[in-house]
Each structure stands twice: as C-alpha cells, then as structure tokens.
C-alpha cells in the first residue's frame, strides 16, 4: 500500500521521527511546521493522510483541522491528531473538530502502522466511489454512491465474555450504534454470518477460549470475510496485537478502554464497511447497467454473446439439449409509421413482459436488437422448444396490446425461427445462423408462425 502522507508539527525532532518510520514502511511523506502550510499543502497536492500535531504557536491542531474538514476539497482527508496521554480531553476535543482517529504521544509503531493504514484503505475505498460518483450520471447510482457519514447507525456485534466489561462498553457505543452482545464466540461466529454487522468487535478477556481463534474464523468464512473486526486487548500484549493484525484483525484498542477513543475507532470502522458495501453495489448495478437493454429490461445482446457461448459448451461437454428461439414482430415498422415511435416503443415493452411470462427461469431471454428478441433453453430438445415457440407466437397474436398513448389496442403478431444443438458438433454462431434462417421462412411464409430449422 502506498500513500502520500502529510506530517504536521512544530517540533522538527518530531517530524524527523515519524517521517523516518513511515518512509521505512515506503510511505510518501511531506512535512509541515505550522498549520498555515499544512492548509496550502492540502489545496495543492493529493493527500491522502494528515498526521496533525496539537499544540503549535499560531494556528492550532483542532483549528487546522477545522478548517480542513470545512473545506470541500480537503474534507475527504483523513485527519488523525496525535494528542498527549495526559490530555484525554483532547480526544474529545479533536472529534468535535472532525478528526478520524488520534495516536497518543509518544507514538508507538504498532499504533501508528495500524492506523494509517487502516485509514488510508478507507480513503482508497472512499476515493474511488467519488471518482465513480463524478463520472455516473444515472439517479440510481448517485442515490447509491451518496458518500456523507453514515446516517444510519451502524450495526455491531460485541463478543464480550464477561458481563461487567459488556455493560461498559454498550454503554460507550451507544450514541454510534445498535449493539448485539454474545458472551460465547461459536455463538457470535453463527449470528455474525446469519446477520449483517457493519463491525464487529472482538474482547481478548475470555478465561479459556483464544479470541484469535474467533478472529481468523471470522476472516475465512465467506458471509463474514469482509466484516471489520476491532480487537480489545490488554495494554502491553504487543504480542497478540501482531498476531491479530497478521490474522486481518482491521484495528484494535488497549483496555482500559477509554469511550472516546472507541468512538472513533468504530465510526471509522462502520464507515469503511458501510463504504466498501456501496462500491460493492455500485459495481454490481454496473455490471447489471451494462449487461441490460434499457427499453424492455432483458438481457442485451452484448450479454447474450458472452453468455450463450458458456451455455452451448456446457450443454456440450454433459451431452445435453439446448434449443433457441429467434423471433421478430411482424410488420412492426407500420407500427411506427402509423402510432409513431414511442407506440412503438410501448409494443415492444409489453412484447418483452410477455416473453418473460412464456419463459422458465432457467431460459435466457434477451433482446438482440430493434424488435427482435432470442430465447436460450437449456435442457431443451427441439419438441419441447416447438412447444414454447407455439405458446409465446399464441401470447402474442390472442390478445391486443394496448397502447395507452394512442389510446388504441393493436394485433400485434411475431414470426419464430428455432434450432436445437447438434451433438455431433456445433458453434453459437452456427446455431443462431440456423434459427435466423428458419424465421427467415417463416416470415416468407406468410408470418405469425414458427418454423424449427432441420436437425
Ligand atoms: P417484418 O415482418 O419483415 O419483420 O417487418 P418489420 O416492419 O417488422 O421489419 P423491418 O425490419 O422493416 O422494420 C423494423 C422496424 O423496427 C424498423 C425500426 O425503426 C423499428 N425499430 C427498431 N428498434 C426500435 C425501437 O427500439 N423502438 C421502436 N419504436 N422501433 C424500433
Ligand atoms: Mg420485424
């Protein structure tokens, strides 16, 4: 992982100390000694990550933070402030300025490695929704990509073995989140892959059960692999925490664990679940953009040539049928002609509906172009296609489609071209060919009517 970070402090021993660390792990690191230039840094050049300091003469952390967060170009940056121990209201204080995490001074490296990188995957994931969020047009997709802080509170699951430290922390989370608590880890293993946590969060505090175990259970199931998890660990068991980091662990906390701090481990947390869940969404509603036709909701024809292809060699490989129906409305340009366009446009969304309703789920229908449409049947030996063919040209020519803007009911007919696989050796191309010219024959033949190409 590589990121461009922004360290911010006064102090130059203390920028040296952390540029050196984070330029070992091939971070990229600029510098700042006030928060003015932090600013002018942020407005001009890619940041992925601020390391701000609090106490510095002239303009001071909380403030920089501020009015990053205010800024429309800088506020998608996170800021994590690096606060002393000894100054627990700072915390609070730097979370009311907008701040994504803090480190406390002197910062250790488990800590500083953890966070950054947690954060800066955030701002990967969050990056490229904007990116997404800029180049899509369509209402469903931004309704999807809407990137605010989450609204909805987020859902978590507390493993938590016992029950005093339970009540603590439900209370700390309250405000952020609606919290199911399981004291037994297979339990909360089953409920985490029943239900839908946005994070769920991990107490090192069993008597006899190793936590790890839960964690790595977590990672390697499929309906939970991609859950955050937060560990709670005893202060100085550095061990575990590389052990659990090592696991896919996404972040941990040391007890005594202090609400604030788990505040905004946790938002940061549910928001880069709540994130990589509507890219994950956006990218299917993608896939299913590109693979639709718009007017009727069918597969297009662009799906149909990838996909017959995978239907035609497995029918193949496992000697079975497969049969497919071409088929075209009959005169459909009078229907334009006489109705216009958009008449036309109507005939052809209610041709599709019925064209679903003729078909199994386990067809593929599609609409191949202008008012023709192609049906693939698995399993389907040529009779039993003639069958299908007969019922769909049937659905259409024995009830008139309305058309509402014309305020007109036309008979509308379809003429069917069908052929079946040849075992002995076939291709999609020949078996389209084939149905073509056999609906080919049928509209020479007087229309409304199914023709089946010879075996
Ligand atoms: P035939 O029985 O021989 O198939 O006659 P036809 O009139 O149906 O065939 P032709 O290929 O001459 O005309 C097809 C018409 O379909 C012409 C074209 O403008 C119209 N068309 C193609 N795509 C669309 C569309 O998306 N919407 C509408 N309304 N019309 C379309
Ligand atoms: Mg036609």
Redesign the pocket.
């Known amino acids: 992982m590589t990121a461009r970070i922004l360290v911010v402090d006064d102090v130059p021993a203390n920028v040296k100390l952390l540029e050196a660390r984070l330029v070992a792990e091939y971070f990229d690191v600029l510098t700042a000694e006030n928060g003015h230039s932090a600013l002018a840094i942020c407005e001009t050049t890619p940041v992925d990550l601020v390391l701000l300091d609090i106490m510095m003469p002239g303009m001071d952390g909380f403030e920089v933070c501020e009015r990053l967060k205010a800024n429309s170009r800088t506020a998608h940056i996170p800021v994590v402030m690096v606060t002393a121990l000894d100054q627990p209201s700072d915390r609070v204080r730097g979370l009311k300025a907008g701040a994504d995490d803090f480190l406390t001074k002197p910062v250790n490296d488990l800590q500083l490695m953890s966070r950054v990188k947690s954060l800066v995957r955030l701002k990967n994931v969050s990056d490229e929704l904007r990116l997404r969020a800029q180049t899509t047009h369509t209402i469903g997709l931004q309704e999807l990509l809407r990137q605010d802080r989450p609204d909805e509170p987020g859902s978590v699951l507390l493993v938590d073995g016992r029950a005093s430290s339970q009540e603590r922390l439900l209370r700390a989370l309250k405000p952020i989140a609606a919290v199911s608590v399981m004291a037994e880890p297979q339990a909360a293993l089953f409920e985490a892959a029943e239900s839908d946590f946005d994070l769920v969060i991990v107490n090192a505090n069993f008597d006899d059960y190793d936590p790890l175990r839960l964690c790595s259970q977590l990672r390697s199931l499929e309906r939970t692999r991609f859950i955050p998890i937060l560990l709670v660990a005893d202060q100085g068991n550095d061990e575990l925490i590389v052990r659990a980091l090592e696991l896919g662990v996404t972040d941990y906390i040391m007890r005594p664990v202090d609400p604030n701090e788990l505040l905004a481990r946790c938002l940061t947390q549910i928001r880069r679940k709540q994130c990589n869940d509507r890219l994950r969404a956006s990218v299917q509603q993608t896939i299913e953009l590109a693979i639709t036709d718009d007017?009727t909701g069918l597969h297009n024809r662009r799906y149909l040539d990838s996909h017959l292809k995978l239907l035609v060699d497995r029918a193949m490989a496992r000697g079975r049928p497969l049969s497919i129906c071409i088929t075209?409305?009959?005169?459909?340009?009078?229907?334009?002609d006489t109705y216009g366009?958009?008449?036309?446009?109507e005939?052809?969304r209610e041709f599709a509906s019925r064209v679903r309703a003729t078909v199994r789920g386990a067809d593929l229908a599609c609409r191949f172009?202008?008012?023709e449409f192609v049906i693939v049947m698995p399993d389907t030996p040529a009779e039993m296609a003639a069958v299908v063919a007969e019922r769909l040209r049937l659905m259409v020519a024995s009830r008139g489609f309305e058309i509402a803007r014309a305020d007109a009911v036309l008979s509308v007919t379809a003429?069917l071209g069908l052929a079946s696989l040849r075992p002995e050796g076939d291709t999609p191309e020949a078996l389209l060919k084939r149905a073509d010219v056999a609906l080919y024959d049928a509209?020479n033949n007087g229309?409304n009517r199914v023709v089946a190409a010879a075996a």
């Open positions: 007017l075209d409305i009959d005169r459909f340009k009078q229907v334009n366009h958009d008449s036309g446009d005939v052809l172009g202008g008012e003429s509209k229309r």
